[in-house]
Each structure stands twice: as C-alpha cells, then as structure tokens.
C-alpha cells in the first residue's frame, strides 16, 4: 500500500512559479511509477508528467514539457514538480500519482494510487 499527500499549491500571478510536493510512504520499490496530473474545472484529468521512484527518466506531456518539470528527493521521500511561467490556463486541482509499472502511464486509469490533490490558482 502507498500513499501520497500533495502540497505546495496556492494562489499565484501570471508569469510566477510553485513547486508542489508529494510526499510518498508505504511500501515503494525502484519500479514504481510516480507522476503528477491536473484537473481543471469541467476538462478530463490531463497528464503533466511522469518519473521512476529510482529517478533514471522522466517523460513529459509535449504541451508542458519545458516549462514544468518534475523530479526525485530521495533524502525527503517526495516526488516534486516544478512549474514555471504559469499561466491563467494553469488554474487546477494537481494530483500526484503512483502504479506498479515498468514503463509510464499517460491516463489516469493507469495508476492505482492518488494523492487528495492541491489547488493551484493564477491569476491575470
């Protein structure tokens, strides 16, 4: 069983960054896909990015890839996701995301594991 808390979320103006934390606990090996996605009122959950628990790749959605980036702490146990240059479009609830796989998952279905998300808002 894993678990998963988000944090990091809040309100921020147009142009600015957050970096959002999962912290994961339970049982975690090195084949454990981890990944963050977001859910914008009325629009389906959309995939931002995905990265092993041993940290060897992280694979990205095209439309994000360059402003967000999602990377390992090991020494803290999270999961952490970068976001930059953010943008009204932005505003959404994040999700962090965790499956037993050997390759990452681009659809929600695909993971087993989900964190209660965090609100991320920007403003014009």
């Known amino acids: 069983q894993v678990q998963l808390a988000e944090s990091g979320g809040g309100l921020v103006q147009a142009g600015g960054s957050l970096r959002l934390s999962c912290a994961v606990s339970?049982?975690?090996?090195?084949?454990?896909?981890m990944a963050w996605f977001r859910q914008a009122p009325g629009k389906e959950r959309e995939f931002i990015a995905a990265?092993?628990?041993?940290?060897?790749?992280?694979d990205y959605a095209d439309s994000l890839k360059g402003r967000f980036t999602i990377s390992r702490d090991n020494a803290k146990n999270t999961v952490d996701l970068q976001l930059n240059s953010l943008t009204p479009e932005d505003t959404a609830v994040y999700y962090c995301?965790?499956?037993?796989?050997?390759?990452?998952?681009?659809?929600?279905?695909?993971?087993?594991?989900w964190g209660q998300g965090t609100q991320v808002t920007v403003s014009s």
């Open positions: 339970g049982r975690v090996f090195d084949w454990y896909f």
């Open positions: 990265i092993p628990w041993s940290g060897a790749r992280t």
């Open positions: 995301a965790g499956a037993l796989a050997y390759s990452p998952g681009f659809k929600p279905s695909e993971y087993a594991y």
